[in-house]
């Protein structure tokens, strides 16, 4: 124990001994952990992000996929990495707000020291062509009648997904059903076949099956623009803006100044107009929250999941 | 519509022959072969290796090599499974069972070049298949609902009894066992973790590469350590590279049925094929007149399953391509890489990237090919392999397992999960218990469960589904129709005879 806390404690000295030549941080590649299986939207993100870093900073972001338990298991090893600024990982909310409190998981969420967030994807309402349900107002009518006959296929329990679907219900007033998925592929296939009545999803799946699903709500703050007639769930009187954040998340003991420094880089790859056009062709909107406003952001956030994880019966 | 089809493919072949593209095809396929062979080094781990270094390719390009990585790996996979009876990719374990059979009697040419020569005619069957039937054929795969998937994974399980050979009550229990070890693992419903001893680790549940890995290749490690050097044996009489007239007839069938059943089943997303090379070898067992001869080297057994994984690896792009629908990891990192490349996947790719499409199509029949020109040749090559001393050959295997399994998660329990299935499949193997159903107790296991509870849970617990729907219906009753066979007396009678002289 008392060996643990010296070298702790040794690890800080040697990192704030290390200051100075920090200015020319990254001066070499800079690992980054993806807790998400590649092909995944936050390894499409990263490895987006992996060519603006090589040409505005001169240096390598290696993406290394580290899968398992939703995130879980890379985010629990997060802070037994050194806190030199060479490690990072791929942070996502509300994954990581949401995980501590089904308490299967190994870290807390004040455990994850996120330094930026830098895109989202709202979430959605999809249903395929082929789906009565024309419009929201249609979806809920139907929900109000049949109650449980309209089902939400969603991807895992407890999840984001599951939290959204649940907001849902409290929003149309309705008890409708959630049936959760493992893999997209089931997901998308049991839509297109109309084995469910619609997705509880992000408008990545409205944006890829275009031709074949329609959105008819979404979580944005504004209406997106590949979608201009879908409405935001504001303006269907729902205060509600969210779906799967994006971010970077460094070990506990990287120093603030180095935290600021990511957290920077992260913003100036934000702004390279091709890297900005290919995340908006993806479906990921860009939002900006640097280390700063991150405690405010994060404790806004949280608040908003605390309440949605009660009603999931997930805490009290 | 015909007239269309040959305009299609003319581009296609346009875009798939231009000279770039078919070297970026040749790439690939070499690689996959090479990472086929190397067992546990999967294609996941490889393109996404690969994926940053196809950032300065044109998409189309990067996509054919890609695609070419893939079918390559299912491609050379069976070289290991036959050669050294490890799965160099899950979908081949099937063919561990006859065709290592086959090399140490000294055939081992022989089972090379039939697996070769089955895959490059299902590649070309189900390319032409795609290409012709696409889109109706996603339409088709649709319409498999929750229940229908039940049915059809407990036909699987019931034709994994008559796969086995040997023991009834020893395969009935190696299918529960590889039930129990799939439901490690989170609950989809619930989200509560089960049988993971608190690792976090084992969250996601076991995955198939440790296993297979472990049961066959570790297994078969150990267990010729007990042998020595007596292994050369069967070796030094390697007779016959190429297969005799005999062979291709008697494997003529068995490589068309094959065909035709992988090429179904890779439609369907979810384990395309390995269920295709699993039922494949079901099918010929339960056809063949004198079915003890499978398990023992038989040829029908190599050739079958190896054309029905090859069809079901190129069927399985059908989803991918026509409605933007993964079926297994390889195809989600597909459709990451044309999201990078600016492509948007899904169901307008055909109409909007006319020359993507039909180029991927046209190229994987232009692989296929190259695949044979490349392997049938390099037969003679793999076979001296064997000759190689076991104190050389099993050291590099074991290691080149090892950095495989790591690196499909990078994690080292993956590892440590494989030497204890070594283990268990050497005392399998004492016990005379088949690894193969396992597996597919495994494989089928969690698929069957989550679309039970997932049909239950929308008929509101209602099983009347089951019967109810039409699919679902006539897939139970070719279940039962099985079960009725393997149980009658006179097949009984015969498994029995099997088990007495495997003794």
Same mark, same amino acid.
């Given at each position: 124990?008392?060996?643990?806390?010296?070298?702790?404690?040794?690890?800080?000295?040697?990192?704030?001994?290390?200051?100075?030549?920090?200015?020319?941080?990254?001066?070499?590649?800079?690992?980054?952990?993806?807790?998400?299986?590649?092909?995944?939207?936050?390894?499409?993100?990263?490895?987006?992000?992996?060519?603006?870093?090589?040409?505005?900073?001169?240096?390598?972001?290696?993406?290394?996929?580290?899968?398992?338990?939703?995130?879980?298991?890379?985010?629990?090893?997060?802070?037994?990495?050194?806190?030199?600024?060479?490690?990072?990982?791929?942070?996502?909310?509300?994954?990581?707000?949401?995980?501590?409190?089904?308490?299967?998981?190994?870290?807390?969420?004040?455990?994850?020291?996120?330094?930026?967030?830098?895109?989202?994807?709202?979430?959605?309402?999809?249903?395929?062509?082929?789906?009565?349900?024309?419009?929201?107002?249609?979806?809920?009518?139907?929900?109000?009648?049949?109650?449980?006959?309209?089902?939400?296929?969603?991807?895992?329990?407890?999840?984001?997904?599951?939290?959204?679907?649940?907001?849902?219900?409290?929003?149309?007033?309705?008890?409708?059903?959630?049936?959760?998925?493992?893999?997209?592929?089931?997901?998308?296939?049991?839509?297109?076949?109309?084995?469910?009545?619609?997705?509880?999803?992000?408008?990545?799946?409205?944006?890829?099956?275009?031709?074949?699903?329609?959105?008819?709500?979404?979580?944005?703050?504004?209406?997106?623009?590949?979608?201009?007639?879908?409405?935001?769930?504001?303006?269907?009187?729902?205060?509600?803006?969210?779906?799967?954040?994006?971010?970077?998340?460094?070990?506990?003991?990287?120093?603030?100044?180095?935290?600021?420094?990511?957290?920077?880089?992260?913003?100036?790859?934000?702004?390279?107009?091709?890297?900005?056009?290919?995340?908006?062709?993806?479906?990921?909107?860009?939002?900006?929250?640097?280390?700063?406003?991150?405690?405010?952001?994060?404790?806004?956030?949280?608040?908003?999941?605390?309440?949605?994880?009660?009603?999931?019966?997930?805490?009290? | 519509?015909?007239?269309?089809? %040959? &305009?299609? *493919?003319? #581009?296609? /072949? !346009?875009?798939?022959?231009?000279?770039?593209?078919?070297?970026?095809? @040749? =790439?690939?396929?070499?690689?996959?072969?090479?990472?086929?062979?190397?067992?546990?080094?999967?294609?996941?781990?490889?393109?996404?290796?690969?994926?940053?270094?196809?950032?300065?390719?044109?998409?189309?390009?990067?996509?054919?090599?890609?695609?070419?990585?893939?079918?390559?790996?299912?491609?050379?996979?069976?070289?290991?499974?036959?050669?050294?009876?490890?799965?160099?990719?899950?979908?081949?374990?099937?063919?561990?069972?006859?065709?290592?059979?086959?090399?140490?009697?000294?055939?081992?040419?022989?089972?090379?070049?039939?697996?070769?020569?089955?895959?490059?005619?299902?590649?070309?069957?189900?390319?032409?298949?795609?290409?012709?039937?696409?889109?109706? %054929? &996603?339409? *088709?795969? #649709?319409? /498999? !609902?929750?229940?229908?998937?039940?049915?059809?994974?407990?036909?699987? @399980? =019931?034709?994994?009894?008559?796969?086995?050979?040997?023991?009834?009550?020893?395969?009935?229990?190696?299918?529960?066992?590889?039930?129990?070890?799939?439901?490690?693992?989170?609950?989809?419903?619930?989200?509560?973790?089960?049988?993971?001893?608190?690792?976090?680790?084992?969250?996601?549940?076991?995955?198939?590469?440790?296993?297979?890995?472990?049961?066959?290749?570790?297994?078969?490690?150990?267990?010729?350590?007990?042998?020595?050097?007596?292994?050369?044996?069967?070796?030094?009489?390697?007779?016959?590279?190429?297969?005799?007239?005999?062979?291709?007839?008697?494997?003529?069938?068995?490589?068309?049925?094959?065909?035709?059943?992988?090429?179904?089943?890779?439609? %369907?997303?979810?384990?395309?094929?390995?269920? !295709?090379?699993?039922?494949?070898?079901?099918?010929?067992?339960?056809?063949?007149?004198?079915?003890?001869?499978?398990?023992?080297?038989?040829?029908?057994?190599?050739?079958?399953?190896?054309?029905?994984?090859?069809?079901?690896?190129?069927?399985?792009?059908?989803?991918?391509?026509?409605?933007?629908?993964?079926?297994?990891?390889?195809?989600?990192?597909?459709?990451?890489?044309?999201?990078?490349?600016?492509?948007?996947?899904?169901?307008?790719?055909?109409?909007?990237?006319?020359?993507?499409?039909?180029?991927?199509?046209?190229?994987?029949?232009?692989?296929?090919?190259?695949?044979?020109?490349?392997?049938?040749?390099?037969?003679?090559?793999?076979?001296?392999?064997?000759?190689?001393?076991?104190?050389?050959?099993?050291?590099?295997?074991? %290691?080149?397992?090892?950095?495989?399994?790591?690196?499909?998660?990078?994690?080292?329990?993956?590892?440590?999960?494989?030497?204890?299935?070594?283990?268990?499949?050497?005392?399998?193997?004492?016990?005379?218990?088949?690894?193969?159903?396992?597996?597919?107790?495994?494989?089928?296991?969690?698929?069957?469960?989550?679309?039970?509870?997932?049909?239950?849970?929308?008929?509101?617990?209602?099983?009347?589904?089951?019967?109810?729907?039409?699919?679902?219906?006539?897939?139970?009753?070719?279940?039962?129709?099985?079960?009725?066979?393997?149980?009658?007396?006179?097949?009984?009678?015969?498994?029995?005879?099997?088990?007495?002289?495997?003794?």
């Amino acid at each position: 124990m008392k060996r643990r806390e010296f070298l702790v404690v040794g690890g800080t000295l040697a990192a704030s001994i290390a200051l100075p030549a920090r200015a020319a941080y990254p001066e070499k590649p800079v690992r980054m952990i993806i807790a998400f299986a590649p092909g995944g939207e936050s390894d499409i993100g990263a490895r987006l992000q992996q060519g603006v870093f090589r040409k505005k900073f001169g240096q390598e972001m290696v993406i290394e996929s580290k899968p398992g338990a939703g995130g879980a298991l890379a985010w629990s090893q997060l802070n037994t990495f050194p806190g030199d600024g060479y490690t990072v990982m791929g942070t996502n909310l509300p994954h990581i707000a949401l995980q501590p409190l089904e308490g299967n998981v190994q870290y807390k969420t004040d455990d994850i020291t996120n330094v930026h967030m830098y895109q989202y994807t709202p979430d959605a309402i999809i249903v395929r062509n082929e789906s009565p349900f024309k419009t929201y107002q249609d979806l809920v009518k139907a929900a109000k009648e049949g109650q449980d006959k309209v089902t939400f296929a969603g991807s895992g329990t407890n999840s984001a997904n599951h939290l959204a679907h649940t907001r849902l219900n409290r929003l149309m007033g309705t008890r409708t059903m959630y049936v959760p998925f493992k893999g997209t592929g089931d997901l998308v296939a049991s839509v297109l076949g109309g084995h469910v009545s619609a997705a509880m999803s992000y408008n990545t799946l409205a944006l890829s099956q275009k031709s074949k699903m329609r959105m008819l709500a979404v979580a944005s703050e504004r209406r997106l623009p590949g979608f201009p007639d879908v409405p935001t769930f504001r303006e269907l009187g729902g205060d509600w803006v969210d779906g799967a954040y994006r971010g970077v998340g460094v070990p506990k003991s990287t120093p603030e100044d180095l935290r600021r420094k990511i957290s920077d880089i992260f913003s100036e790859i934000n702004k390279d107009p091709e890297f900005r056009q290919k995340m908006a062709d993806g479906g990921f909107e860009l939002i900006d929250i640097t280390y700063d406003k991150m405690a405010a952001f994060m404790a806004e956030r949280t608040k908003a999941y605390l309440e949605g994880a009660k009603l999931m019966g997930l805490a009290k | 519509m015909d007239s269309s089809l %040959l &305009a299609n *493919l003319q #581009l296609g /072949f !346009g875009v798939a022959l231009a000279g770039t593209n078919i070297l970026y095809c @040749l =790439i690939g396929v070499m690689l996959g072969t090479l990472i086929g062979v190397l067992p546990g080094i999967g294609p996941v781990a490889t393109i996404a290796m690969l994926l940053p270094a196809t950032f300065v390719l044109p998409p189309v390009s990067a996509l054919i090599m890609l695609a070419g990585i893939y079918y390559g790996a299912s491609y050379g996979g069976s070289t290991t499974a036959i050669l050294v009876n490890l799965p160099g990719e899950v979908s081949s374990v099937v063919t561990c069972l006859d065709g290592y059979q086959m090399a140490r009697q000294g055939h081992a040419g022989k089972a090379l070049a039939i697996a070769a020569i089955g895959s490059f005619f299902a590649g070309t069957v189900a390319t032409i298949l795609v290409a012709a039937f696409a889109p109706p %054929l &996603a339409e *088709l795969a #649709l319409k /498999f !609902g929750p229940s229908d998937y039940f049915s059809l994974m407990v036909l699987g @399980l =019931i034709a994994a009894v008559v796969l086995a050979h040997g023991s009834l009550i020893k395969a009935v229990a190696m299918i529960v066992l590889g039930l129990l070890v799939g439901l490690i693992g989170t609950d989809v419903n619930s989200g509560i973790a089960r049988y993971n001893f608190g690792l976090p680790e084992l969250i996601d549940g076991v995955g198939i590469g440790p296993i297979a890995m472990g049961v066959f290749g570790f297994g078969e490690i150990i267990r010729n350590l007990e042998h020595g050097q007596k292994r050369d044996v069967f070796v030094k009489r390697v007779t016959g590279l190429m297969p005799t007239w005999t062979d291709l007839k008697m494997s003529f069938w068995p490589i068309v049925r094959g065909t035709t059943l992988g090429s179904m089943l890779g439609i %369907l997303p979810g384990g395309g094929p390995i269920l !295709g090379s699993f039922s494949a070898y079901t099918l010929e067992k339960k056809l063949a007149k004198d079915p003890s001869r499978f398990g023992k080297g038989a040829i029908e057994g190599v050739a079958a399953p190896e054309s029905a994984n090859n069809a079901a690896a190129q069927t399985s792009f059908v989803p991918l391509l026509t409605l933007g629908i993964p079926s297994n990891p390889v195809m989600a990192l597909m459709i990451g890489a044309m999201i990078i490349h600016g492509i948007q996947p899904g169901p307008q790719i055909m109409t909007a990237n006319p020359e993507l499409f039909w180029g991927m199509i046209a190229s994987m029949w232009v692989g296929n090919l190259l695949l044979v020109v490349l392997n049938l040749p390099m037969i003679g090559m793999w076979v001296k392999l064997l000759t190689l001393e076991y104190r050389f050959l099993y050291p590099a295997i074991l %290691l080149f397992c090892c950095i495989g399994v790591y690196s499909i998660n990078n994690a080292w329990m993956d590892v440590l999960l494989a030497a204890g299935f070594g283990l268990i499949g050497y005392v399998f193997g004492k016990l005379d218990c088949e690894a193969a159903p396992l597996l597919l107790g495994f494989v089928l296991g969690p698929m069957m469960e989550e679309n039970l509870r997932r049909a239950l849970l929308l008929s509101r617990g209602d099983p009347a589904v089951f019967v109810t729907r039409p699919i679902s219906a006539t897939l139970l009753v070719i279940a039962a129709l099985l079960l009725v066979i393997v149980l009658t007396p006179s097949v009984r009678k015969k498994r029995e005879e099997t088990f007495v002289e495997d003794v």
